[in-house]
Nanobody, 122 residues
């Protein structure tokens, strides 16, 4: 069974920084894409940033230039460095692993973490 464990959320003042981490555990052959999504109260979950195992990245327009996604493929871990945080960045941030290949199972898995709350407030 593949699990994603997130850490690093918390309360930060506007203009501050936070770093989120997400580690995948379990028996894994490969993960194509790892990334971060967020869901603010009363809103739909939205993409924040993703990174493929060959290094391609994708960012939401609202975070470009402020957030940076990085990944350690050997450790099946993805990070999100968030700088210049704004109150509108307040949300539960979810880690996602897409096209996960595991032993003994045909096809791909899509796995979500439990979420970590980021609150940007003075």
């Amino acid at each position: 069974q593949v699990q994603l464990v997130e850490s690093g959320g918390g309360l930060v003042q506007p203009g501050g920084s936070l770093r989120l981490s997400c580690a995948a555990s379990g028996s894994i052959f490969s993960i194509n894409t790892m990334g971060w999504y967020r869901q603010a109260p009363g809103k739909q979950r939205e993409l924040v940033a993703t990174k493929t195992n060959d290094g391609s990245t994708n960012y939401a327009d609202s975070v470009k230039g402020r957030f940076t996604i990085s990944r350690d493929n050997a450790k099946n871990t993805v990070y999100l460095q968030m700088n210049s945080l704004k109150p509108e960045d307040t949300a539960v941030y979810y880690c996602n692993a897409d096209e996960v290949v595991v032993p003994g199972r045909l096809g791909y898995l899509i796995v979500w973490g439990q979420g970590t709350l980021v609150t940007v407030s003075s």
